[in-house]
């Protein structure tokens, strides 16, 4: 990674936090859907974050900046990414 520039290495370290958490995220529900109680409305939730969170992560990854909604750019996330 010491060829890479700051910001490329910035978008490297938070595309693999990402997909650790992600993949934390989608064995947690797994291990809870086999429980006896299975699905909870707590559990939906958790589920539809994972989701929108998995669209970011795809966002960031694949989408250049340049095509990114407005209110993201507003909040000031700042990935380099060009």
């Not at 010491?2 to 989608?26: C, F």
């Not at 929108?52 to 340049?66: D, E, G, S, T």
Request: overall charge positive; charged content about 25%; glycine content about 4%.
């Amino acid at each position: 990674m010491s060829d890479k520039t700051h910001a490329e290495r910035k978008k490297l370290l938070t595309l693999a936090v990402m997909e650790r958490q992600l993949l934390e995220g989608y064995a947690l529900c797994d291990a809870l859907l086999r429980e006896h109680r299975g699905l909870t409305p707590t559990l939906v939730i958790v589920m539809f974050t994972l989701i929108h969170n998995f669209h970011f992560y795809l966002m960031i990854k694949y989408v250049p900046r340049k095509k990114w909604p407005e209110k993201l750019l507003i909040l000031g996330a700042e990935y380099g990414i060009e």
